[in-house]
């Protein structure tokens, strides 16, 4: 029965010690409202950059076309000194060009 008692106390050991494991603290890990709070920053720039994605460049309320150009014509030196756009749904915009110093043009 001597015997028995030493082994019986390093099987109990054994299966207590087994059965421990190591808890975390919690400066390893954010807590959880934090953890939320960023999830939610992080969500709202991803929509944001969607968003950006989604709506086209510029004005809403232009009259430009949307859709892709076919083709550009530049005139100057002429009576209507202009650039003519050619969308490649058939429609035509002019924007009417100045000369603002030499060999400089702008348009719009």
């Not at 494991?21 to 390893?28: A, E, L």
């Not at 959880?32 to 989604?54: C, P, V, Y």
């Not at 490649?88 to 043009?105: F, H, P």
Request: with cysteine.
């Amino acid at each position: 029965m001597r015997r028995l008692i030493p082994l019986l106390c390093l099987g109990v050991t054994s299966i207590g010690l087994s059965s421990c494991r190591v808890v975390p603290s919690s400066n390893d890990k954010p807590s959880g409202s934090a953890s939320i709070e960023q999830l939610e920053r992080r969500i709202n720039q991803l929509e944001q950059k969607l968003q950006e994605l989604r709506s086209p460049a510029g004005d809403p309320d232009s009259k430009t076309p949307a859709g892709p150009l076919r083709s550009l014509t530049l005139r100057i030196g002429t009576e209507d000194d202009r650039l003519r756009m050619y969308w490649a749904d058939g429609q035509m915009s002019n924007l009417i060009c100045s000369e603002e110093g030499k060999g400089v043009w702008a348009c719009g």
